[in-house]
């Protein structure tokens, strides 16, 4: 199936609630699926499943982060969700204080740099194991989220990448997730269009078994990641 590319809004206003008024009609005009109310019913399930003997561990990792540097143990921040909703997104602290400030609009490789000289060692342990992504759970049981689907970008970035590609509207029309085809295809050169183009992917072949595959995928990886090379870099 081919996914429908949808026309790019003409006024530029950047704040949310025009964010929400302008994306929403683009998103609607996309039918919804059989499958898309069972993928909402296994959201919930397997998210209220797994959150039950996850509680112990982050209420650890909340622990560790409240006493290493104090502030606060969650981050949160706009993102843009389906049909153009800004919500805010929840993860683990894993950056020094105010570091949100610094890195101010910077994207893409200079991001991923200078986000490196940011992360404190915790975080870095975090983000190897993938833990620092939990909270988002409970953005996945306000249906917020869910736990397929393409990664939720900034507001901000969103416009700027909708601009320079056009097709990326596309991802409004399913709810942005923890994981999903391209962070399991992502290669240190992807660039943004070649994730949009997995992104697509999901959109368009999205199923109850694509659905079970990735998730599938996505725990293989995590187990696998502390052991990998990378990964011990990585909290090194």
């Not at 706009?78 to 049909?83: P, V």
């Amino acid at each position: 199936m081919r996914a429908r590319v949808a026309a790019a809004p003409r006024d530029d206003v950047s704040h949310d609630a025009a964010l929400v008024e302008r994306y929403a009609a683009m998103a609607l005009s996309f039918e919804r699926r059989p499958a898309d109310g069972l993928l909402r019913v296994l959201d919930v399930v397997l998210t209220v499943l797994g959150a039950v003997p996850l509680l112990p561990v982050a209420a650890v990792i909340a622990l560790a982060l409240r006493a290493s540097r104090g502030g606060p143990v969650l981050y949160r921040g706009s993102r843009i969700g389906r049909g153009g909703h800004v919500f805010t997104m929840l993860k683990f602290r894993t950056l020094r204080p105010d570091a949100e400030s610094r890195l101010g609009r910077h994207l893409g490789p200079e991001l991923t740099q200078l986000t490196h000289h940011e992360v404190t060692r915790i975080g870095r342990a975090l983000r190897a194991t993938k833990l620092d992504e939990l909270p988002q759970l409970w953005n996945v049981l306000r249906g917020e989220m869910s736990l397929v689907g393409p990664r939720p970008i900034r507001p901000a970035f969103f416009e700027e990448l909708a601009t320079e590609i056009p097709q990326y509207w596309q991802r409004l029309v399913v709810r942005p997730g923890l994981t999903g085809l391209a962070q399991l295809r992502l290669t240190r050169n992807m660039t943004w269009a070649e994730k949009l183009a997995h992104d697509i992917e999901w959109i368009a072949d999205r199923s109850v078994g694509l659905y079970v595959s990735v998730l599938a995928q996505t725990l293989i990886h995590i187990l696998r990641r502390p052991f990998s090379h990378d990964a011990r870099q990585t909290v090194a």
